[in-house]
Structure formats: C-alpha cells, structure tokens
C-alpha cells in the first residue's frame, strides 16, 4: 500500500501543474456625444474612436503571457493585427466589425481566450445650402451635417479625412477648416460678410473609404436680424 501511495505521488509530482490566469478585460471610450463608457460588451461606434483595452490581470503562473488580437472584416478588406503590452489603446479608422481578443497563452499553448466586438458605421456627409447667422441660436453656424442612426437628419458619420473652404462669387477664399466637427461663422477677419450667395468645397473621406468631393453654394441669410433690427428703428422713431 505504501508502495502503491509512493509511486502515486511521484507520478503526480512528475505532471505539469496547469498554467492559471486571472484577467478581467474592459473597454473604455468615448462616444460623439461625449459620453464615456467602460464595457465588455459589443461596442457600436463611429469612426475614428479611439478605445483603450486594459486586462486587470493577477495571479498569472509563471510562463503565461497576455496577447491582444485585433480581427478586422470590413468593406476595405482584412486584417489582423496582434498586441503583446497588458494594456493597449487603438484607434478603429475603418468602418466595419472588428473582434478584440485577450488571449492567454502558454508558450504556444491557448489557455483562454475572452473577445468583445467592435462595429465601426459606414460614413456619410452632407452640407447644408443655407444658414443664418443671426445670432437667434438657430442655425448661426456652416459646417457638416449627416443623419443618425434612426435615419433622421443629425452629425455627419465615421469621417476619417475632411477639408473645407469658403469662397465669394470672385473666388476670394474666405476661410478653411480640417476638422469635420468645424463650422464657419459667416465673418472674414473677424467682420460678418454680407447676405448673399457664396461657395464651399469640401474634400473628405469615409471610414469605409468613401471619398466626399462636394461643391455647392451656399446661401447666407441675415434678414431677420435686418427684420429685427428695422424693428427696433421704427419702435424708437416713435
């Protein structure tokens, strides 16, 4: 019996111990509404989101390494891409499904594996033909427009590249922006410009890898502050 027992533990102290981790992987971000969110869950967004993936790892045995896999499918094609740091941040520039793995691994021997999804939308640009900056909080200011999720009008979609400019009727640029989430007051150095036609031409590109080349006028209405202004003249002629 004591032979039996001897010849027990001596096989038992002969196996390899199984190689344990403890991790406890999140998500952090932030979305275009400025809301911040730690989740491990799916993750839908717009593109460019910038998510930063920590593991909270503890009691990992000696030999166990943490791998971060990046599986993208998207209308540009796909691609894999692999981290080795505990804790990594990526920017998502494409639009399209990418799944996230914390991989834990003994040599190259998987023990676990733990994945969250990260879908990117497609884009889409619009710019209006109109504005009014007259200071009466409604549409005061120039810049890009798109549709929400619902499919009504709301902020433009997963513009990864965007360039804008304003020009008068004599092709003078009145002014520039290079980001999607710019507007253009209707001032030239500082003046307001005159009621009137003018012209943007914009230069974008999608997350999906759309490409925006729109030119349109633009028309700049003032009249209710000319409204409100001879208003204001005839109330105190009086």
Do not use: C
């Not at 001596?10 to 989740?39: H, I, R």
């Not at 166990?64 to 990526?90: C, I, K, M, P, Q």
């Amino acid at each position: 019996m004591k032979k039996k027992l001897f010849f027990t533990l001596l096989l038992v102290g002969l196996l390899p111990f199984a190689a344990f981790a403890d991790t406890d992987p999140q998500a952090t971000y932030t979305n275009s509404k400025g809301e911040t969110f730690t989740v491990w869950d799916k993750i839908e967004g717009e593109a460019p989101l910038t998510i930063r993936f920590t593991a909270n790892a503890s009691m990992l045995d000696e030999g166990v390494t943490l791998e971060w896999h990046f599986n993208h499918t998207g209308a540009n094609g796909n691609s894999d891409v692999t981290r080795y740091e505990e804790d990594t941040e990526f920017v998502f520039t494409e639009s399209g499904t990418t799944v996230v793995s914390l991989v834990e691994k003994q040599g190259d021997e998987e023990l676990n594996r733990k994945s969250i999804s990260v879908i990117i939308s497609e884009s889409h640009l619009e710019m209006p033909n109109a504005f009014s900056p007259n200071d009466d909080g409604y549409n005061d200011k120039y810049g890009a427009k798109g549709v929400n999720d619902e499919g009504a009008e709301g902020h433009y979609k997963s513009i990864v590249e965007f360039r804008a400019m304003i020009f008068n009727r004599w092709g003078q640029k009145l002014y520039e922006w290079n980001d999607v989430s710019g507007y253009w007051d209707g001032t030239y150095k500082g003046s307001p410009v005159k009621a009137g036609v003018y012209y943007v031409v914009v230069k974008a590109r999608g997350a999906d890898g759309k490409e925006y080349d729109i030119k349109r006028d633009v028309n700049l209405i003032r009249q209710k502050n000319e409204a409100y202004e001879n208003s204001s003249s005839s109330s105190s002629d009086q």
